[in-house]
Every structure is written in C-alpha cells, then in structure tokens.
C-alpha cells in the first residue's frame, strides 16, 4: 500500500504500548502499530494502515506545521521546524479550534485514502474493512477542536465511496488470482 501511495520510504514499528491509539504515524515518514492493531483482520488492519499511509503520502504534518504558522499570525521564516510549529497548539484550545476543520477534512482524507488502499491491494470492501473497524471505535472522536469527527459520522461520510472501493476490490481479486 506504502508502494501504490508513492511512499516506499515509510518506516512501521511496533509498540507494546496501547496508550495512544492502535495505529498512528508520525513526521516524516513513521507509522507505529500497537498489539490491538495486529490483532485486526486483514482488512481492518489494511484500512488502518492505509489511512496513516494516507497522512503520510498527502504530507498532512507539514500543512499541519504550515497552517500553525500561519494562522498564529508568524512570519514566513519563522520556523523551518515542524516539532516547534506543533508547540504553538499546546494549551492554546483557541488555536485548536481554528484547526479543526482542516484536521476534519485531513481525516477524511486518510480514511478515503486507507478505504481505496486497501481495496485496491488486498481486495477489502467498506463493509469488510473501514465500517466494522469504525463501528468497534464508536464513542471516539469528537468535541470542541477534535481532529475526528464521531465514528458514525466517519462511517457516513466514507459510504460514499463504497461503490469505488467495491470495484477496485473486484478488480484486484481478478487481476491477482
Ligand atoms: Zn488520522
């Protein structure tokens, strides 16, 4: 999946710990997979790897680093440095919700990507990969400033793609057996 989004060069590991969520990535290039993740099956895991594969290859951490500069009014050169852009948001909720809506659209970007990647790479419908490992995580996401929207409403908005992510599977299943 790393391959068909153009990003060979990203990294996995894995973690023991289950503090942060089953999967997340970091800049530039890192995706950390936690034991709840690798207990998935095939197609859940896909679609979970494939939306950070998916922040990965859109260069989510740089718009995020970007657009922190930005909207709290610094100069253009103020900081060649992701980490220190990111520092901006700490205790700032005023900050985080100027935000929101672009983590909003990030996240549906990732789950649009993570639906078509794995599709396309190992045959997964919607129904077979985002839905049930989106319906497990009901009650997450959320609240003033949240990067997720509610689950259901992620669930809502991928169904849209459903009929693309049901073809490319198709597809896959015949061009591979
Ligand atoms: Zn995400």
Same mark, same amino acid.
């Given at each position: 999946m790393a391959d068909l989004a153009g990003r060979s060069d990203i990294r996995f590991l894995a973690t023991v710990s289950e503090d942060k969520e089953s999967a997340y990535s970091y800049a530039p290039n890192v995706i950390i997979l936690a034991p709840s993740a690798?207990?998935?099956?095939?197609?859940?895991? %896909?679609?979970?790897?494939?939306?950070? *594969?998916g922040h990965i290859a859109q260069r989510h951490f740089d718009e995020d680093a970007r657009l922190l500069s930005v909207v709290s009014g610094k100069g253009a050169s103020w900081t060649g440095n992701g980490d220190r852009a990111m520092s901006l948001l700490d205790?700032? *909720?005023?900050? %985080? *919700?100027k935000l929101s809506q672009h983590w909003q659209r990030q996240e549906r970007e990732a789950d649009w990507l993570g639906a078509l990647l794995s599709a396309e790479a190992y045959g997964c419908t919607l129904d077979e990969g985002a839905v049930p490992y989106l319906q497990a995580a009901a009650g997450d996401g959320g609240g003033i400033g949240a990067a997720h929207e509610p689950?259901? %409403?992620?669930?809502?908005w991928l169904k849209a793609f459903a009929e693309s992510a049901r073809r490319l599977a198709f597809q896959s299943y015949y061009l591979d057996n």
């Open positions: 690798l207990r998935l099956n095939t197609c859940q895991l %896909a679609f979970v790897v494939g939306h950070e *594969i205790g700032n *909720i005023a900050l %985080a *919700i689950s259901a %409403a992620r669930v809502r």
